[in-house]
């Protein structure tokens, strides 16, 4: 599976930016839960938005009011729209799934071991400047 985070930049305090994350030909996200991590420097990389296949999303109370995950199964991918970004949300912002019945509220509780976990792809660097 490979899967390729984008849309990343350098925005100034309050703006916005909308990342994208496709997934090879080959790989059917939309029987899997998908989610939005990130990876601040030095810090370990945090689960910070989910959304499983039926659509319902969760987020860590760090992002929570201001970003949104989405999904279009028939393109394959899944978006990631930021608002109101504060110079704590520079990181390096990957995606990755989890064939997963749980709940958003579970996954974004628990943070099982995505099922890609070996294969991150390089993310997309988000840098907030004050």
């Known amino acids: 599976v490979q899967l390729q985070a984008s849309g990343g930049g350098l925005v100034q305090a309050g703006g916005s930016l909308r990342l994208s994350c496709a997934a090879s030909a080959r790989s059917h996200l939309s029987v899997n839960s998908m989610g939005w991590y990130r990876q601040a420097p030095g810090k370990e990389r945090e689960l910070v938005a989910t959304i499983t296949r039926s659509g319902a999303t969760e987020y860590a109370d760090s992002v929570k009011g201001r970003f949104t995950i989405s999904r279009d199964n028939t393109k394959n991918t899944v978006y990631f729209q930021m608002s109101s970004l504060k110079p704590e949300d520079t990181a390096v912002y990957y995606c990755?799934?989890?064939?997963?019945?749980?709940?958003?509220?579970?996954?974004?509780?628990?943070?099982?071991?995505?099922?890609?976990?070996?294969?991150w792809g390089r993310g997309t660097l988000v840098t907030v400047s004050s």
């Open positions: 990755n799934f989890k064939g997963t019945s749980m709940s958003a509220t579970s996954i974004m509780r628990d943070k099982p071991t995505p099922t890609a976990f070996d294969s």
